[in-house]
């Protein structure tokens, strides 16, 4: 479902709710491909401006973000700041429609290239785990019941997504490499099972731990963004993450505003994995049981990540998207794999 623009209506709308005073340049696109995005200057600052994804607009999943925005504060963890509207929320709904004002912060984009950037992520992962340790949502001491949110890239989910387009990949694959994929499924639904899934050591995740979610000042993370999908689940979530969307050798720069550079194909990379990790555990410890894990979960987020987005794509070019460069990296873990 592709992403639909935030009018000058709309805006119009929504800037009557907050006291920034007048834009002094035109709206600015920023990209994202769930969520409406605009960047405004205005006489009072720089802004980014969006409007949630139905999926995630309910008011319990925005005041969790929030709450957890304000917990990563004390912890010098750098994530989005919210502006209180005129009625002191940090949310505006209008109609179904639910908006979000943020301070814009400094910082760039990630470098595919630098070694001390991608070292910096892997720091950044373990201080934002650290904090995340301590987040008690008010007022009950556990995340509100409206965002206790199932298991991510449930393989049941990644098999019923190839299955509706069984018929179309049997004129783009090969039969083995259809018998291939289906293998890999069948791995994911035999090793990780929510029996095993559930019992891996859990916090509240970022949830989308990915290039175009983080800043950089020079070689150091300058905020971690996007918190949609922050809910309990493993913490080894976000490691596969890190592994697969930082560590992974790509031909070009992620766009987040973009799916198909979202989710291009990738080669794992044994040294650039050992940066990230070695990064991590400077300051974490991760269980047997998440290291035995790793590369269930890898695949797991990365065959899902290609059957979610084509819900993103033009219906004409969904199996040709899901379908290009899939296999390559699933092949080179295998190898990986065995060769320790």
């Known amino acids: 479902m592709l992403v639909r623009a935030i009018t000058s209506e709309e805006l119009h709308a929504v800037l009557a709710r907050y006291a920034i005073g007048a834009l002094i340049a035109p709206?600015?696109?920023?990209?994202?491909?769930?969520?409406?995005?605009?960047?405004?200057?205005?006489?009072?600052?720089?802004?980014?401006?969006?409007?949630?994804?139905?999926?995630?607009?309910?008011?319990?999943?925005?005041?969790?973000?929030?709450?957890?925005?304000?917990?990563?504060?004390?912890?010098?963890?750098?994530?989005?700041?919210?502006?209180?509207?005129?009625?002191?929320?940090?949310?505006?709904r209008i109609g179904e429609a639910v908006y979000e004002l943020f301070h814009c912060q400094p910082g760039?984009?990630?470098?595919?290239?630098s070694m001390a950037q991608l070292a910096s992520a892997g720091r950044a992962l373990a201080g934002y785990h650290r904090a995340a340790r301590d987040f008690s949502p008010p007022p009950g001491g556990a995340p509100p019941a409206g965002k206790d949110w199932p298991r991510y890239d449930d393989p049941r989910l990644i098999h019923a997504g190839i299955r509706d387009i069984e018929a179309e990949l049997r004129q783009r694959l090969t039969a083995d490499d259809l018998d291939y994929l289906m293998s890999q499924v069948a791995l994911l639904e035999r090793e990780l099972p929510d029996e095993r899934y559930h019992v891996l050591p859990k916090l509240v995740v970022h949830g989308d731990y990915h290039p175009g979610n983080l800043k950089f000042l020079a070689d150091e993370v300058a905020g971690i963004f996007?918190?949609?999908?922050?809910?309990?689940?493993?913490?080894?979530?976000?490691?596969?993450?890190?592994?697969?969307?930082?560590?992974?050798?790509?031909?070009?720069?992620?766009?987040?505003?973009?799916?198909?550079?979202?989710?291009?194909?990738?080669?794992?990379?044994?040294?650039?994995?050992?940066?990230?990790?070695?990064?991590?555990?400077?300051?974490?410890?991760?269980?047997?049981?998440?290291?035995?894990?790793?590369?269930?979960?890898?695949?797991?987020?990365?065959?899902?990540?290609?059957?979610?987005?084509?819900?993103k794509v033009d219906p004409a070019q969904r199996v040709e998207y899901f379908a290009a460069g899939l296999l390559e990296p699933l092949r080179m873990l295998d190898r990986m794999e065995r060769l320790f």
Request: include cysteine; charged fraction near 25%; glycine fraction near 8%.
């Open 27 to 92: 709206p600015a696109p920023a990209g994202g491909t769930a969520n409406a995005n605009l960047k405004l200057s205005a006489a009072s600052g720089e802004y980014f401006l969006r409007r949630r994804n139905p999926r995630y607009s309910a008011e319990d999943f925005v005041a969790f973000d929030h709450a957890l925005m304000t917990h990563m504060a004390r912890y010098n963890v750098r994530t989005p700041r919210a502006v209180a509207s005129r009625s002191g929320k940090t949310w505006v």
């Open 108 to 113: 760039g984009p990630h470098d595919r290239h």
């Open 226 to 311: 996007d918190l949609d999908w922050a809910t309990v689940q493993p913490r080894a979530r976000d490691l596969a993450d890190g592994i697969f969307l930082f560590a992974g050798e790509r031909d070009g720069d992620i766009d987040a505003s973009n799916i198909s550079s979202l989710t291009q194909t990738w080669r794992p990379s044994v040294e650039r994995g050992g940066v990230f990790m070695g990064a991590y555990l400077a300051s974490e410890t991760v269980t047997e049981e998440e290291v035995a894990a790793l590369p269930v979960l890898i695949r797991a987020r990365w065959l899902y990540c290609r059957v979610a987005g084509m819900a």
